[in-house]
């Protein structure tokens, strides 16, 4: 897995490790946070996000789909993809299953999934498009997926919880991103622009769940440690003080100061 994904999943609070795991126990592999919270399971796509999702399929339509894929003929054979375990899947695809159009032929509908459910680990599934050097690939397949994941962080952000099961809060989606082997410090730009007690609350969320002791260098805890952070706290909390959650951005405020 990507050093940089590594060091931003490892920031996660660990008091939810346990939770996720509980909710999605064969799907989790090193990742944090809670989805049983947000209730979002299968949740239809809609508004931007269906658009994103759209350019997807148009993009990546010149890629059919097949039926079968091989497989390593050591160890598995040709893979029958409808009747395929789309979680194993995803952790073969490119690797000992299926090669590089095969994986831009399924991407949209891999996307969409992680989207609308908590199928799919979302890392897993980014982590392939570093190691099918995707920035090599047609400006207009890189333009849609940036868009894509543009959109999921935009509309995590508009709400607390987060109305993704499989992205149940902030720092699961930057750890995913991370893995992409894109830096993280554009969905960083886009949280200082979000406004509203949504981001506002995941902020806190992240804050108060934070190492900031952890010694390995973090683009999070660098960003995190602005002075306009504590200020975006501050000021959180004074508009939001009769709230149920202005606790929440009290404690987020002391410790961004520590």
């Known amino acids: 897995m990507d050093a940089q994904a590594d060091r931003v999943r490892g920031q996660a609070p660990a008091t939810r490790r346990k939770s996720k795991r509980e909710h999605h126990e064969r799907y989790s592999v090193d990742?944090?946070?809670?989805?049983?919270?947000?209730g979002c399971e299968n949740r239809p796509v809609d508004g931007d996000l269906a658009v994103a999702v759209a350019r997807?399929?148009?993009?990546?339509?010149?890629?059919p789909r097949r039926a079968v894929l091989e497989g390593c003929p050591h160890c598995r054979g040709p893979?029958?993809?409808?009747?395929?375990?789309?979680?194993?899947?995803?952790?073969?695809?490119?690797?000992?299953?299926?090669?590089r159009e095969d994986v831009k032929s399924l991407l949209p509908l891999l996307l969409e999934r992680i989207a609308t459910?908590?199928?799919?680990d979302p890392a897993i599934l980014l982590a392939k498009l570093p190691h099918e050097s995707w920035r090599?690939?047609?400006?207009?397949?890189?333009?849609?997926?940036?868009?894509?994941?543009?959109?999921?962080?935009?509309?995590?952000?508009?709400?607390?919880?987060?109305?993704f099961?499989?992205?149940?809060?902030?720092?699961?989606?930057?750890g995913a991103a991370a893995?992409?082997?894109?830096?993280?410090?554009?969905?960083?730009?886009?949280?200082?622009e979000a406004v509203g007690p949504a981001p506002d609350?995941?902020?806190?969320?992240l804050v108060n769940g934070f190492n900031f002791a952890a010694r390995k260098p973090s683009a999070v805890r660098d960003w995190l440690r602005r002075e306009t952070v504590r200020d975006r706290l501050r000021r959180a909390f004074e508009r939001d003080h009769d709230r149920s959650w202005a606790d929440d951005l009290a404690r987020a405020h002391d410790l961004a100061g520590m």
């Open 56 to 63: 997807l399929r148009e993009v990546f339509a010149r890629y």
């Open 79 to 99: 893979v029958l993809v409808d009747d395929h375990d789309l979680f194993a899947l995803t952790i073969s695809l490119g690797n000992t299953v299926g090669g």
């Open 165 to 174: 099961a499989a992205f149940p809060d902030a720092v699961t989606f930057l």
């Open 31 to 38: 990742v944090d946070g809670q989805a049983s919270r947000c």
């Open 179 to 192: 893995a992409t082997g894109e830096s993280i410090g554009r969905f960083l730009d886009t949280w200082d």
């Open 201 to 205: 609350r995941h902020l806190a969320e």
């Open 117 to 120: 459910s908590a199928e799919l």
């Open 136 to 163: 090599t690939w047609p400006e207009p397949e890189q333009n849609a997926i940036d868009r894509y994941l543009d959109t999921v962080w935009w509309s995590l952000l508009a709400a607390y919880p987060s109305r």
